[in-house]
Nanobody, 129 residues
Framework: QVQLVESGGGSVQAGGSLRLACAAS????????MGWFRQAPGKEREPVAA????????DYTDSVKGRFTISRDNAKNTLFLQMNSLKPEDTAAYYC??????????????????????WGQGTQVTVSS
């Protein structure tokens, strides 16, 4: 089993920054593709960013490109999301997720929440104008 715990959310002014962290349990963390999703009230869960298990390949949804950076520290079993130049539309609950499945192309599937096997409880990000 894999347990994921997010932290780092909060309330900030537009243009501000936050750094989210996701602490993962399990010795196999280094082999997992990881992703960040977010969900605003009344909206579907949407992909934000993803990172290959190696850490060398990352993907972002268009709305956050140039502002958000996903990274990981495998030695500490931790996933990060650095969020800069935050906008009110970034307001949502943010969730980290782990993909433990083997097979298929992560590069073509990272946006699909069904690809991920484990989810954290979420951390709230609120951006005011």
């Amino acid at each position: 089993q894999v347990q994921l715990v997010e932290s780092g959310g909060g309330s900030v002014q537009a243009g501000g920054s936050l750094r989210l962290a996701c602490a993962a349990s399990g010795r196999a963390f280094t082999t997992y593709d990881m992703g960040w999703f977010r969900q605003a009230p009344g909206k579907e869960r949407e992909p934000v960013a993803a990172i290959h298990w190696s850490g060398y390949t990352t993907d972002y949804t268009d709305s956050v490109k140039g502002r958000f950076t996903i990274s990981r520290d495998n030695a500490k079993n931790t996933l990060f999301l650095q969020m800069n130049s935050l906008k009110p539309e970034d307001t949502a609950a943010y969730y980290c997720a782990a993909r433990t499945q083997y097979g298929g192309s992560f590069g073509s599937r990272w946006r699909q929440w069904g690809e991920y096997d484990y989810w954290g409880q979420g951390t709230q990000v609120t951006v005011s104008s």
